[in-house]
């Protein structure tokens, strides 16, 4: 199987690798030098093209499938639009209109798209109730990448990822040193969310479907980031019961806000202030029904090799 990732970033590579590794033949599409590189230094083929731009296109090989993973590099919702909504339309539209056209598109998206259901389970069939302008367009992308495949012959699939964390995007200061606001985490290693795209082109699984793309457990980030704590500044298990016998609190803490204190700042954007007040819990159900089985189940697993190296670089 020949797959086109389209902005081929930190889940692209990743997917890129592991579909080299199962014997198909991935291409990574970005426009810049150094991501080309990043491409090639994963060990498959770069080519360079931008998803705005119908003619660049033109330069990435017949595939039969592509993934839509361009990002609009965390600018605001203009800058959203012109990459999710006018690219992914460009894209499905340039390869559509080739003889060869490919078989299917899998466009990845974000849990963002729910907004708030004050800490309720979400899961495919929840309606979309976008809080932002940049989710709403999120919400709009995801409409194209189901509709428009249709008009050329082939299915669509909206993979829809929770946030994302792994190899240099665990983020660890954020948690350890606070203050930590209330709410939950939705998460996915980005080893899954690459491979979840993976086995659903590989076994041929939900054309036309939303799935989404996170592990097992959402987690409480007061929860979240006290674990985080415990388990990065104690080194052994016995360690941690020395620790807490010497005192009722147990390690050391990050500091914690309510919704309430933090939104007391003001030094939060609209878009801002909405976030913080958006709480949901998202199932993985279907994805597990699918039969996918899970790297990195939940946070405990996937935080193991940033943890190992916080204790190492502290005990130096």
């Known amino acids: 199987m020949k797959v086109a990732i389209l902005g081929c970033g930190h889940v692209g590579i990743e997917l890129g690798r592991q579909l080299a590794a199962r014997d198909h033949d991935p291409i990574g599409v970005r426009r810049s030098d150094d991501g080309l590189e990043r491409i090639r230094d994963a060990g498959f083929e770069a080519v360079r ?38 690219g992914l339309r460009t894209a499905i539209e340039a390869f559509g209109e080739r003889e060869n056209a490919p078989d299917r598109l899998v466009y ?11 800490g309720d389970w979400v899961d495919e069939e ?27 012959g082939f299915d669509g699939t909206v993979a829809r990822y929770a946030g994302l964390y792994g190899p240099g995007r665990y983020r660890l200061e954020r948690y350890l040193e606070g203050p930590v606001t209330e709410g939950y985490l ?10 979840a795209v993976r086995y659903l082109l590989a076994e ?16 409480s980030k007061w929860d979240f980031a006290d674990w985080l704590a415990d388990e990065c500044r104690s080194q052994t298990a016995s360690d941690r019961q020395s620790e807490r016998e010497r005192s009722d609190d147990g390690v050391e803490q990050p500091p ?4 309430a204190e933090r939104l007391e700042d003001g030094d ?21 029904s699918l039969g996918y089985e899970f790297a990195y189940p939940t946070f405990r697993e996937g935080y193991r090799d940033a943890i190992e190296t916080y204790r190492d670089a502290s005990a130096d």
Not at 54 to 81: C, K, N, T
Not at 186 to 195: E, F, I, K, Q, T
Not at 270 to 287: F, V
């Open 186 to 195: 939705n998460m996915v290693h980005r080893d899954d969310a690459a491979g």
């Open 256 to 259: 914690k806000q309510t919704k």
């Open 49 to 86: 093209a931008d998803v705005t731009d119908r003619e660049a296109l033109a330069a990435v090989p017949a595939v039969d499938a592509i993934v839509f993973a361009a990002s609009s590099g965390g600018r605001g919702a203009d800058a959203a639009r012109e990459v999710y909504v006018e």
């Open 108 to 118: 990845t998206s974000s849990t963002g798209v729910h907004g708030d259901h004050d």
């Open 204 to 219: 041929d699984l939900a054309r036309g479907e939303v799935v989404q793309v996170v592990d097992d457990e959402p987690a």
């Open 126 to 152: 929840t309606p979309l109730e976008p809080t932002t302008e940049k989710t709403e367009v999120l919400a709009e992308a995801e409409r194209i990448a189901l509709e428009l495949p249709a008009e050329y």
């Open 268 to 288: 939060l954007s609209e878009a801002g202030r909405r976030r913080i007040l958006t709480s949901k819990r998202c199932s993985n159900e279907k994805l597990r």
